[in-house]
Structures are given as C-alpha cells and as structure tokens.
C-alpha cells in the first residue's frame, strides 16, 4: 500500500475522518484526464459516460442499491437540502436527530422552522442506548429521523439496522449521513432500509472533495419536490429542440446540469481501489488500527473520548491528554506533521486500511512527548 499511497515520510497522516489523501492512482486518473482535456478536449465523452457509469455502479455496490438509484451531487449538505426542502411539511411537524451531530446535520433540519418544523434532539452524552432513545423523543408528528451513521467528533457507530427496524414499525422515515462510514465499513440497504443515504467522498472513499452520493429510495422520489432544474435532469436529456419535459424517472432527475467529470474521474480511481481491496478487508484493518490505538491511549494514560466497545466503534478515536491545552497540543501535533483534527473536547485520530503501524505508534509517541513539553 506505501505505493498506493505515497504519502511524504514528514505526514503522519490520522485524518480521514476530516479529508483523506488521494491514492496514487486517483492522482494518475486526474492527470490522464487533464491531459486529455488538453490534447483532445472532449472527444472522448462517451468515455467520461463510462466512468460517470461505474462510479454509480461502484457507489451503489458501496451501499446495496441500484446504480438508477444514484444521484451525484456537489456535497452531503446539498443532498441533504435537496431531501429536506423537497419533502412536504406540516406545521407542527418535527425531526429527531442527535445534539452532537455535524453542523450540516444540524442547520439543514434547522433550516425548516419557517414551515413550522422542529428539530428534537438526543444528546447521545446522557444515552445509553441511543437507537431506542431516538425512538423514544419521537411522537405522532415525527415524520423523520436524521443521523449520521458514525458521529463526526467522537465516533459512535449506530446500530443502523436496528433504528432502521423501528423506524419502520412507526412508519417514520429515516435519512443517514453516511460520510463518516462509507469507503470504511460495509453498508447494507437492504438491511438498514434507510429512505435516504449521503455521503461525500473526500473523507474514507479518498476521494476529492466536491462529489457526493445521494440516494433516496424509489419508492419516494417522485414525493420530492424537486428544487434545482435543468438540461441534464429530464427524461428527454439531449433532445434539445424539444419543448416538452418531464422529470428524469431515474436519480438523475436530482442532478440538474453538467457533471463534475474531474471529480468523477478522482473518485472512480479511488473506489476502484476499495473495491479491489474488499470492503470487509477495509473494515477489519481500520478495526485493528482503532483497537492499537486505543490500547496506546490507556497506556499514556491519556484519557479516551471515544467508545470503548467494539461494535460502537468506528474509525475514529477522540482522546484527551489530562491537564493539557487540546489546542496547544493540536497545533503542537500538526506542527510536527501528525495530520489529524481537534474535535469533541479533544483530539481526534482517524487512521484508514493503508495506515501503517509505524504511523500509529510514532503519532502516539509524539503525542505524548509534545504534551509533555506544554
Ligand atoms: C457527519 C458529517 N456530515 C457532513 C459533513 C460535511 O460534508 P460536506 O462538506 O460534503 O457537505 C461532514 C464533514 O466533516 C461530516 O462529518
């Protein structure tokens, strides 16, 4: 993998929970195209189709759906306001999501107190069981629940498949923010039943930033107002002279102009990458790398943010060094190049498949040697 990832030896890089680095061959396919689109500008258009087409093939083997159920978008924000501003409200009615969710996760729901919609939230600090307490702040007027499948500053893992069921038995719909966990962890649609999926490539997918999946389930998409129109999103797209047009009857209808062919080309090349590794190897390397870290922590005697349990873990781990500015140590740490994030009261690590052990141990080492000179 050092080949795949020719990080420079300086960066220790414990940041894809934030932005994560191209794999080689995301920066040989964005240079190929960058050199076409010099030589021979757009000649090869249908080619770009192809690799349009097999990036939705690849997004929706990420999640288990159909690649027509693909809609790419600019971000995770964007796929979220696209879903919240096309459902249609009543006054009155409200959303449940999580205190400490991401600020997109958030203002978008947020975003709806004009059309008399509130927002009800869990703070997963004081839950011990934050699927059936989701659940619990719910009533006849929740017409949606709204989380992230792994929390953005600590990283608790949900149990998907259970909200999912529960959603389900009340009829109300369940929307996930899946950026902290696709490109990292298998996914299942098919065993979550979510109505809505997103998730921007930039963090575990390594991708650019710039493309993001939006997957909403067929049953619902002609219930969403659509917001955004244009060439692209019809049924009769490339008939220019006609006049008449009607919604695209694939996601496509959510995609209102030109694609983001280079980042299509980027992140192609980086889930080619996953797929050839496997989604289950990925899991279980990012769950070892996780596990090292954690027993690191305890052993500095640093104090752990994170979830402890196995199956509450993802690929992040948030610790504090006890009587220590966070902030003087994150700026410490990346002044050293120990790439990482300060997030939920602490420091954040968030090591992919291709982290190597040496970057795990000398970033832990580091830390503690810089916390020691504060
Ligand atoms: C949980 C979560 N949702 C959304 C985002 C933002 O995504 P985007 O920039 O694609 O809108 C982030 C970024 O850190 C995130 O952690």
Not at 272 to 278: K, Y
């Amino acid at each position: 993998m050092r080949d795949e990832f020719p990080l420079v030896s300086e960066i220790l890089h414990l940041n894809h929970a934030g932005v994560g680095p191209w794999p080689r061959r995301t920066v040989e396919a964005v240079t190929r195209f960058a050199a076409e689109n010099a030589h021979r500008g757009s000649l090869r258009y249908p080619d770009w189709l192809a690799a349009e087409q097999r990036l939705r093939e690849r997004l929706a083997r990420l999640i288990n759906a159909a690649p027509s159920d693909i809609a790419l978008v600019k971000s995770t924000s964007e796929a979220l306001s696209i879903i919240a501003h096309g459902l249609h409200w009543r006054p009155g009615d409200n959303i449940v999501g999580i205190t400490q969710e991401f600020p997109s996760n958030r203002i978008v729901w947020e975003s709806l107190a004009s059309q008399g919609v509130t927002l009800r939230q869990l703070d997963i600090d004081r839950s011990a069981q934050p699927e059936d307490d989701l659940l619990t702040l719910c009533d006849e007027n929740t017409r949606l629940v709204a989380v992230s499948s792994v929390q953005y500053a600590r990283g608790l893992r949900l149990d998907l498949a259970r909200l999912g069921t529960s959603c389900r038995a009340r009829g109300i719909r369940l929307c996930i923010d899946a950026i902290q966990s696709l490109g990292a962890f298998p996914f299942d649609l098919r065993v979550v039943g979510a109505d809505f999926v997103v998730a921007d490539g930039h963090k575990w997918m390594l991708g650019p930033e710039g493309l993001a999946l939006l997957y909403v389930s067929p049953a619902l998409r002609e219930e969403l107002e659509l917001r955004q129109f244009g060439w692209h999103m019809v049924a009769e797209r490339g008939q220019f002279e006609r006049r008449d047009w009607r919604p695209a009857p694939d996601a496509t209808r959510f995609e209102c102009g030109s694609p983001n062919m280079l980042g299509v080309h980027a992140l192609e090349a980086s889930l080619s990458l996953l797929d050839e590794v496997g989604i289950d190897q990925v899991a279980a390397a990012i769950g070892e790398r996780v596990a090292r870290l954690i027993e690191l922590t305890d052993r500095h005697g640093f104090e752990l943010l994170s979830p402890r349990s196995a199956p509450l873990r993802a690929g992040i781990v948030t610790f504090r060094v006890p009587d220590r500015d966070q902030q003087a140590l994150y700026q410490a740490l990346m002044g050293s190049g120990v790439l990482c994030a300060q997030r939920g009261a602490g420091i954040r690590f968030s090591p992919h498949f291709h982290t190597s052990e040496e970057t795990i141990e000398q970033a832990m080492t580091l830390t503690a040697a810089l916390a020691h000179q504060l």
